[in-house]
C-alpha cells in the first residue's frame, strides 16, 4: 500500500533537449567527400595535356589513337580539330603522369603508318593494331606542350651516336630522302632530307653518318654517286662502274679518299661535301683557277666534246669549255668560218700553284710559247668511239706568230689536224699500190680465169645436154611413162607386200589348198596301192599304236 | 530296159559287201589354256618373230607319223592331225616361249603384225614322231638370228626325246607337245646367251 506522502509527491518529467542535425546526414557528407577526393586524385594523377601539330589528322581518331614510345603506351589523343588558319589540325593528347618529364622541347612526333619505298617497307604492324603517334622524346631542354608533328617519320633516332654532313651536286644528278650511303657496299647512312637553295640554285643533301663509320669522314673524304650502271665514254675508252646491287634499284653515295691521299683530318663538326658524278671523277683534282684560250678549227669537231682533254706532251693541261659558239653576225652557212673551241688551261696542270699570281706567270709564258710557235692540234684519241682532244705542240712553221685575240681571249693558232694527216697517209698507201706489179699479176690471173672459163664452158655444156635430152618433148613423154610404170609397179608391190590384204588372201587359199591335197593324199596311196579301197577299205587292225616303253 | 532292170540289184550286191568306213580320230597340237591369255605392249624392245617352220616332207600329212623301225614309218589313217602341222607347231612354239619367259614378245610372220624384232626364228623339224621303242623324238635345226647384230646370230642342231608312259595315240601327242616345249625352252636360253 502506498504512503500519502509518496502518492502527493509530483512526478517530474525529465526533459532531454531534440537534437537538431540528425546522424543520418553523416552519411551523404562522407559520400560528398570520396566523391571529391576522388575526382581530385583523378585530377592529381593524370598527365598533362600537350598540343601536336600536323598537316592532316590522316589515321588519327579521337579517343582511340595511341602515342607511342619504343613501343610503349604513353599517352592517348583525346581530341582532334581544325587549327585556325584550316591549314593544319590540332591534336590534343594526354601523356601519362609517369611520363610527363620526357616533354621536352625538341621532341619528335610523328605518325605511324604503313610506307613501301625502295629503302624497305615499314609499319606492317599498324594494318592490325592501326595507326599510332610514335614519339621521341628529346634528352635535354625545356619542357613544353606544344610540338610541331613530323609529317615523315624521322630517318634517324635522335640521339644516335654518327656525324651530319651536307652534300651537294657537282652534276645534275639528284637524290630523294632515304637514299643510302654506302662505304665498300655498307650501308653506314643515309640521306635525311633534301634542301633546295633558290638563291644558290643548287641543292642540298643532309645526311647521317652512322658510328663508328662517322670516323671514317675526313677533310679529304669524297663522295661519289654510286647509283646502279655507271657507264663512261671518253677519249681514254670506254669505263663501267657498277655499284651494290642495291644501288641498282635506288640511288646510292659511295665515299672514299682518293687514290694516293691521306686519311686527312677527322671532321667532328657538319662539313659540305660534293657528290662526284662517278669514282672515277674523285681522283681528278679541282682547279679553280684557269686561263681561257680560243682554237679556231676550221674542219669539223665530231669527236670533240665539251670537256675533252687538253694536253701538252702527253699531260693533261686542261679540257674544252665550249665547242658551240657562232660568232655574232657569223652563220655556218660560210663554208670558210672556222668553229671556234672554247679551252682552259689550269696553270696547276702546269706544276704552279693554283693561286692568282700563278695565273699571271702562266699567261705570260703561254703567250711567249704560242709567239715561239706553240699550236693546237685536233687529235683522234678513240678511232673506235671517234672521240678527239685537243694536243698543244710546237711547229717551227708557226714561230713569230703574231697574237691574235676574239672575245678578248688570246686564240692559239691552229695547225694541221689529225684527220688531213690520216687522209694523207691513205694518199702514201694507194701510191704504194700502184707501185705494185699489177699487170703481171693481171696477166696469170687472166691466165687463170681463162683455164676457168673453159671448165665452166664444159659443165655448161653437159648441162645443156642434159636440158636437151629432159626439154624434148619424145624423152619428157618416155620420162612421164617410166613415173607412171614405177608407180603403177610400186602400187602393185604395196598390194603383195607381206602386211597386204591380197598376200594375206593368197595366204590363206594356198593353205587351203595345202591341207585339201594333204587330205586327199592317203586317198591317192590306197586306190594306188589298192585299188578296191574305195570298196573295200584297209584293215584298222593293221596300224600300229604307239605303246608304253618297256621298263 | 534289160540292163536297167538287172543295175539296181548289182548296186545293191555291191554295197552289201562294202563294211562300215573306218572311225576316226582328231588330234590337238595345242590345247587351250588360260594361261594363254595376257595383254602385252608392243613397244618392247626384245622382240623374237618366228620367220618360219619347216617340217619335214612326211610331217605335213594329216596322218599322225609312227617310227615302226629304224627306217619305216606308219603314218596312220584312222589318227590325224586336227591342223596342219605348219600351222600348228609355230603357234605351239610361240605360246611355250611365251610362257616360258616374259622378257620376250614372240610373234609368227604372216600370222601377226609384227613390228621391229630384235631376233629372228627360223626352224625345220626333220623327225617328231613317237617311236616303236616307247619314245617320242624330235629333231632338226634352228637359227636364232640378231638383227641388231648379225653376227650373234647361232645356229642350233637339237634333239630331244620323252619317254611314253602309256599306250596310245592321245598319249604320245601329249609327249610331243612336250617336246616342242623343250624345243622352246632350248631357243629362250640361246636367246639369252645372245643378251
Redesign the interface.
Known amino acids: 500500500m502506498m504512503s500519502e506522502n509518496e502518492s502527493n509527491a509530483t512526478t517530474m518529467a525529465k526533459i532531454t533537449p531534440e537534437k537538431r542535425v540528425s546522424g543520418l546526414w553523416f552519411i551523404p557528407l562522407l559520400t560528398i567527400a570520396v566523391g571529391g577526393w576522388m575526382i581530385y586524385d583523378n585530377w592529381a594523377s593524370q598527365g598533362p595535356l600537350i598540343t601536336i601539330t600536323f598537316e592532316t589528322a590522316e589515321g588519327l581518331e579521337a579517343g582511340k589513337t595511341l602515342i607511342k614510345t619504343r613501343e610503349v603506351q604513353v599517352g592517348l589523343v583525346e581530341e582532334i580539330t581544325l587549327n585556325s588558319e584550316l591549314d593544319g589540325v590540332l591534336v590534343s593528347a594526354r601523356i601519362n603522369r609517369e611520363f610527363r618529364d620526357l616533354l621536352v622541347e625538341g621532341s619528335r612526333f610523328w605518325v605511324v603508318q604503313p610506307e613501301v619505298t625502295l629503302s624497305g617497307v615499314t609499319g606492317l604492324g599498324t594494318l592490325i593494331s592501326g595507326q599510332y603517334i610514335r614519339f621521341s622524346p628529346e634528352q635535354d631542354g625545356a619542357m613544353s606542350d606544344y610540338f610541331t608533328g613530323l609529317e615523315q617519320p624521322p630517318l634517324t633516332p635522335l640521339g644516335t651516336p654518327g656525324l651530319r654532313v651536307t652534300l651537294t651536286n657537282a652534276g645534275d644528278y639528284t637524290f630523294t630522302r632515304g637514299d643510302r650511303i654506302e662505304y665498300f657496299g655498307i650501308t653506314v647512312g643515309t640521306i635525311e632530307d633534301v634542301e633546295f637553295n633558290f638563291e644558290e640554285n643548287q641543292v642540298y643533301y643532309n645526311a647521317f653518318i652512322q658510328a663508328p663509320y662517322h670516323e671514317l669522314i675526313s677533310s679529304n673524304t669524297r663522295f661519289w654517286k654510286a647509283s646502279g650502271i655507271h657507264a663512261e665514254f671518253n677519249g681514254a675508252g670506254f669505263t663501267l662502274d657498277i655499284g651494290s646491287v642495291r644501288t641498282l634499284i635506288s640511288e646510292g653515295i659511295s665515299f672514299s679518299i682518293p687514290d694516293g691521299q691521306f686519311q686527312g683530318e677527322t671532321v667532328t663538326e657538319s662539313a659540305l661535301y660534293y657528290i662526284y658524278p662517278s669514282r672515277a671523277a674523285i681522283n681528278e683534282q679541282l682547279y679553280i683557277y684557269s686561263l681561257r684560250y680560243w682554237v679556231m678549227v676550221n674542219s669539223g669537231i665530231g669527236g670533240l666534246s665539251v670537256g675533252a682533254p687538253v694536253s701538252h706532251r702527253g699531260v693533261q693541261i686542261g679540257k674544252v669549255l665550249r665547242t658551240d659558239y657562232i660568232p655574232e653576225g657569223q652563220t655556218l652557212l660560210n663554208k670558210d668560218m672556222p668553229i671556234p673551241v672554247l679551252i682552259e688551261i689550269n696553270p696547276g696542270r702546269l706544276g704552279l700553284p693554283d693561286t692568282e699570281q700563278s695565273l699571271q706567270r702562266a699567261s705570260t709564258d703561254i703567250n711567249n710559247w704560242i709567239s715561239e710557235g706553240l699550236i693546237a692540234t685536233i687529235r683522234t684519241q678513240n678511232f673506235i668511239l671517234g672521240q678527239q682532244s685537243i694536243d698543244l705542240a710546237y711547229d717551227e712553221g708557226f714561230a713569230n706568230t703574231e697574237l691574235q685575240t676574239f672575245t678578248d681571249l688570246v686564240v692559239i693558232p691552229t695547225g694541221e689536224d689529225t684527220l688531213q694527216k690520216f687522209a694523207d697517209g691513205i694518199e702514201r698507201l694507194i701510191t704504194k699500190i700502184n707501185e705494185l706489179p699489177i699487170e703481171e699479176l693481171m696477166a696469170d690471173l687472166q691466165v687463170l680465169l681463162a683455164e676457168g672459163s673453159a671448165t665452166l664452158a664444159s659443165v655448161q655444156a653437159l648441162s645443156a645436154t642434159g636440158n636437151e635430152f629432159f626439154n624434148d618433148s619424145r624423152n619428157a613423154e618416155l620420162v612421164e611413162q617410166t613415173t607412171q610404170t614405177m608407180r603403177s609397179f610400186e602400187s602393185l608391190a604395196s598390194g603383195f607386200s ?2 597386204s590384204q591380197t598376200n ?1 588372201e593368197i ?1 590363206k587359199l594356198m ?1 587351203s589348198l ?2 585339201l591335197v ?2 586327199f ?2 586317198l591317192v596311196n ?1 586306190i594306188k596301192n589298192t585299188p578296191n579301197s574305195l ?4 584293215q ?1 587292225e593293221d ?8 621298263q | 530296159m534289160k540292163y536297167n532292170r538287172l543295175l539296181v540289184p548289182l548296186c545293191l550286191a555291191i554295197s552289201a559287201c562294202a563294211s562300215e568306213p573306218l572311225p576316226l580320230s582328231y588330234y590337238l597340237l595345242s590345247t587351250p589354256s588360260a594361261d594363254q591369255a595376257r595383254q602385252q605392249s608392243m613397244t618392247e624392245r626384245n622382240i623374237l618373230v618366228i620367220e618360219d617352220v619347216e617340217m619335214a616332207a612326211y610331217l605335213r600329212q594329216s596322218g599322225i607319223a609312227m617310227q615302226t623301225n629304224g627306217s619305216q614309218l606308219q603314218i596312220s589313217k584312222q589318227h590325224l592331225w586336227a591342223e596342219n602341222l605348219e600351222l600348228a607347231v609355230p603357234k605351239h612354239l610361240a605360246t611355250a616361249m611365251q610362257s616360258r619367259s616374259a622378257n620376250y614378245q614372240v610373234y609368227i610372220r604372216n600370222l601377226d603384225y609384227v613390228p621391229s624384232a630384235r631376233y629372228s626364228l627360223r626352224v625345220h623339224i626333220d623327225n617328231l614322231q613317237a617311236t616303236d621303242q616307247g619314245e617320242v623324238v624330235s629333231s632338226g635345226r634352228y637359227q636364232l638370228i640378231d638383227n641388231e647384230n648379225s653376227t650373234r646370230s647361232i645356229a642350233v642342231d637339237f634333239y630331244f626325246e620323252r619317254d611314253l608312259q602309256e599306250d596310245g595315240y592321245s598319249h604320245a601327242v601329249a609327249k610331243i607337245r612336250e617336246l616342242l616345249g623343250d624345243i622352246a625352252a632350248d631357243v629362250i636360253r640361246s636367246a639369252e646367251s645372245l643378251n
Do not use: H, I, M, Y
Not at chain 1, 535 to 538: A, C, D, L, N, R
Open positions: 607381206s602386211e594375206q595366204l593353205q595345202t591341207g594333204e587330205e593324199r592317203p590306197d570298196v573295200f577299205p584297209v584298222a596300224e600300229l599304236t604307239p605303246a608304253r616303253k618297256a
